[in-house]
């Protein structure tokens, strides 16, 4: 005779060594998480669906966001020199590198660099990633 774990001892496992832990950089927004315990709850207690299912909000995150290879600090730093200009565009047209922009008010020469410059945009994005 043996023992299993329960599935919810299983998920708790997941969600902490997954989830919870500074090893991966993997954060899921509270909407996407909610629906995953959902239906793990109430339709079949089923790890390995709730697995799959993050599996699949993980590939949609990089699959969507050509950039989000900077997520993953192992890869970022090399891979930022081969930053192509339509994906320097896009880190450009972020919120957050435009409120840095509109930050440095009292350097145009630095906002006019960070917006036109591909090579001064690769060191910033290099220098933000250490």
């Known amino acids: 005779r043996f023992q299993v774990q329960s599935s919810m001892a299983t998920l708790n496992d997941l969600v902490v060594n997954v989830l919870l832990s500074n090893r991966f950089v ?3 927004g509270a909407k996407p998480l909610q629906h995953l315990l959902d239906s793990f709850l109430y339709q079949n ?5 709730f697995a799959r299912g993050l599996k699949f909000a993980v590939l949609t995150h990089y699959m969507t966001a050509p950039t989000s290879f ?3 600090p192992e ?3 090399t891979m930022v020199q081969n930053l ?3 994906q320097l565009e896009q880190i450009r ?3 957050s590198f435009m409120r840095h922009v509109d930050g440095l008010g009292d350097d145009p020469s630095r906002q006019r660099a960070l917006l036109i410059d591909d ?3 690769r060191d910033f ?3 933000q990633l250490d």
């Open 26 to 28: 993997i954060s899921l």
């Open 45 to 49: 207690l089923s790890v390995h669906t």
């Open 70 to 72: 900077l997520c993953v």
């Open 75 to 77: 890869l970022s730093s």
């Open 84 to 86: 192509t200009h339509a």
């Open 93 to 95: 047209a972020l919120p």
């Open 119 to 121: 090579g001064v945009m």
């Open 125 to 127: 994005v290099v220098a």
